[in-house]
């Protein structure tokens, strides 16, 4: 995990898209963001790249490969493995079934959306400040990162 790494944000609504992106830009970090609309744009994306992102923020409802499928995929590459990237899910609808299934797949959070533009930013800010003071694998405590 590199804390100035890019935050990738997975979501085929744009709304959501719009509204994440805000609240994230609010908080002011040097974190470029990237919005991706499924899991397979996502998927090609952290495999092209050479990158170690800080955050993924997922949905799980998207076309082509939804949010569960995302995350075997990573858990399945040797190379994502390695990067060790924080990954969150960020849903509309959260079942027993989807929670189940993304800790069985070893997530590092799973987070209904809020339902006002307030308490989302809430729910971001605090998901950005703990991968930010959390020790990590990937993290360079000698090199400043």
């Not at 609808?93 to 299934?101: D, G, I, K, L, M």
Request: glycine share 4%; proline share 4%; with cysteine.
């Amino acid at each position: 995990m590199s804390l100035n790494g890019p935050i990738l944000c997975i979501d085929d609504d744009d709304d959501d898209q719009y509204l994440i992106r805000q609240a994230l830009t609010q908080l002011a970090l040097p974190n470029q963001i990237i919005s991706l609309t499924d899991g397979q744009q996502a998927l090609d994306f952290l495999l092209a790249t050479q990158e170690r992102p800080f955050l993924i923020l997922c949905d799980i409802n998207m076309p082509l490969l939804n949010g569960l499928e995302l995350r075997r995929k990573v858990n399945a590459s040797d190379y994502l493995r390695k990067k060790s990237i924080p990954f969150v899910f960020l849903t509309t609808t959260a079942s027993e079934y989807s929670v189940e299934e993304a800790y069985r797949e070893s997530v590092q959070g799973f987070y209904q959306k809020a339902t006002t533009y307030e308490a989302l930013q809430r729910q971001i800010r605090l998901i950005v400040e703990y991968w930010q003071s959390c020790l990590h694998p990937n993290r360079r405590l000698w090199s400043g990162q």
